[in-house]
């Protein structure tokens, strides 16, 4: 998957083309501008206004629910759950994502993950989340998972959300930054040996 670049914590780049990055942060280093940015939510780990301007230009389309648009002091198309737009031959929809047995990320706030579709590939990338019902069979062809636990799943929650989800490929995200390790996305990869789903631990970029 070499259009896949994970640039630390929930910060993915996909190339398509089109260019799109989830949740940039913290980005060093000569990056691409994005055709579309997705943002799952307004925490500052997410949505970080000095790293969406490194990656922003003109052409930009910024994709985020209404809480993200309040923070920005820039156009966002805005986006709830449940909800499907188009930019140009890319199709997202906005998966909710919320705790289920901790309280950082509440149901009733709105923050989402998304599914997209580019180049005939799906990414499903569930945003700060525990295992919830609306991710259930989504069947992607790559999905991105929360696996630090504390504020999201642990490793091995997320395995049993991969289960029920059914990716063809499943990479975790959301450790090496704040919190998490790369022993959770060892325990995520581990949980999942025999499922008949692919793992994959990235590299940092």
Not at 59 to 84: H, N, R, S
Not at 134 to 144: I, R, W
Request: proline content about 7%.
């Amino acid at each position: 998957m070499q259009n896949i670049h994970w640039l630390g914590h929930d910060t993915f780049w996909v190339d398509g083309p089109p260019i799109i990055y989830i949740d940039p942060f913290h980005l060093h280093g000569s990056l691409p501008k994005a055709d579309i940015i997705l943002i799952t939510h307004e925490h500052f780990d997410h949505c970080s206004p000095d790293d969406i301007a490194k990656i922003h230009d003109p052409k930009t389309v910024l994709v985020g629910p209404k809480e993200v648009a309040a923070k920005l002091k820039m156009a966002v198309m805005v986006i709830a759950a449940g909800e499907t737009l188009k930019v140009g031959d890319v199709q997202i929809r906005a998966i909710p994502a919320y705790n289920v047995n901790k309280k950082f990320h509440p149901q009733q706030d709105g923050k989402v993950g998304y599914v997209f579709t580019i180049a005939g590939k799906s990414y499903y990338h569930a945003g700060d989340t525990d295992q919830i019902p609306e991710m259930n069979g989504l069947a992607p062809d790559v999905a991105f998972l929360p696996v630090s636990g504390t504020y999201v799943m642990t490793g091995q929650e997320a395995a049993v959300a991969a289960r029920a989800i059914k990716p063809k490929l499943a990479i975790p995200m959301h450790y090496g930054e704040i919190i998490g390790s790369d022993d959770d996305a060892k325990a995520f990869v581990a949980a999942l040996k025999g499922s008949g789903i692919q793992t994959l631990i990235l590299r940092k970029e």
